[in-house]
């Protein structure tokens, strides 16, 4: 697995119930935690999308200006508001002190990047590195690593508090449900989300394969798949086929890579290519790349409303 580069993972945005109107409360965690999740959503995955397609083409040392092709990078979109959103979020009850430096450091390292990024892309989309023999994109290599590794570190950060209060959220949610409406559509949709972070995480470790782990996991998840397909497909049916179709494709990744896994499947050369390539990983089926793909497939989906 060390020879792929997952990009972030989506998080999945859980709204609280409601208050009732005649009631005003203090803002909850719940609702302290959109922000942060939305500039994560946002914004992390372009961030390390940046940084393949350079490295797609330019040596971790540097660009010589000899490539055979040079592609640029990609940028990043509005920083600064998701900067705004987090030092809102920041100064809200309930305060987490851990939650509030990660997200602050996270936006910090994106600003910062941005310029960069909009520099190098205008420089080599231009062709500028024909009229200077790439002194610029020589000079700018080192700024870009350096902010590449300050934003990979608060991106980390960032990721492992909000997995911890997004899980704590999500488990306080799914007991509400129960209590109020019983264990029926809403409740299954929101355990399958949570199944499949599960499985994300166990199937996507960055080491040695733990595969009755992984099984455990994948049983987890098909389970509650199967429970949520039985309240879908009935005659009131409330899941959009859309939302199905991620879950069960999501499904189907994990199981085709835990196979490959277990049996030491062997990648052919076309599937290596393909790992190569920043963009084209993801079709190579039963691999990291297309589990990642699928996984955050799934959270769009559901971020979007699952049809509930």
């Given amino acids: 697995m060390k020879a792929f580069t997952f990009l972030a993972l989506l998080m999945i945005a859980i709204q609280a119930a409601p208050a009732p109107a005649q009631e005003t409360q ?3 965690l719940s609702e302290k935690l959109q922000p942060y999740i939305g500039c994560y959503n946002n914004l992390s995955g372009s961030a390390h999308r940046s940084k393949s397609r350079y490295l797609s083409w330019a040596a971790p040392s540097g660009p010589t200006g000899n490539e055979r092709n040079i ?9 600064a508001k998701c900067a705004a959103e987090i030092d809102a979020a920041n100064r809200l009850e309930p305060h987490e002190p851990e939650l509030e430096s990660a997200g602050a450091a996270f936006a910090k390292s994106l600003v910062a990047l941005a310029p960069l990024l909009k520099d190098a892309n205008d420089y080599y989309e231009q062709g500028n590195y024909k009229d200077d023999r790439m002194a610029k994109g020589k000079a ?17 950060s960032l990721s492992a508090v909000l997995n911890v209060l997004n899980d704590k959220v999500q488990l306080e949610r799914l007991a509400e449900i129960e209590k109020t409406e019983g264990r029926k559509t809403h409740y299954h949709v929101l355990e399958v989300m949570m199944k499949a972070k599960i499985l994300f995480r166990v199937e996507g470790e960055d080491k040695s394969p733990d595969l009755a782990k992984i099984n455990a996991a994948l049983n987890a998840y098909e389970a509650s798949v199967k429970d949520l397909d039985s309240f879908a497909s009935g005659a009131d049916r409330q899941v959009g086929s859309i939302f199905m179709s991620q879950v069960k494709g999501y499904l189907t990744t994990s199981k ?12 052919s050369v076309g599937d290596k290519m393909m790992l190569q390539t920043a963009r084209a990983g993801w079709m190579v089926e039963g691999s990291p790349p297309r589990l990642v793909h699928d996984y955050n497939s799934l959270v769009d989906a559901f971020n979007r409303g699952p049809g509930i």
């Fill in 26 to 28: 203090a803002p909850t």
């Fill in 71 to 79: 592609y640029g990078t990609y940028t990043l979109y509005d920083p």
């Fill in 140 to 156: 700018l290599h080192p700024k870009l690593m350096a902010a590449w590794a300050a934003f990979e570190k608060a991106d980390d």
């Fill in 256 to 267: 085709e890579l835990m196979r490959r896994m277990r049996d030491k499947t062997p990648y």
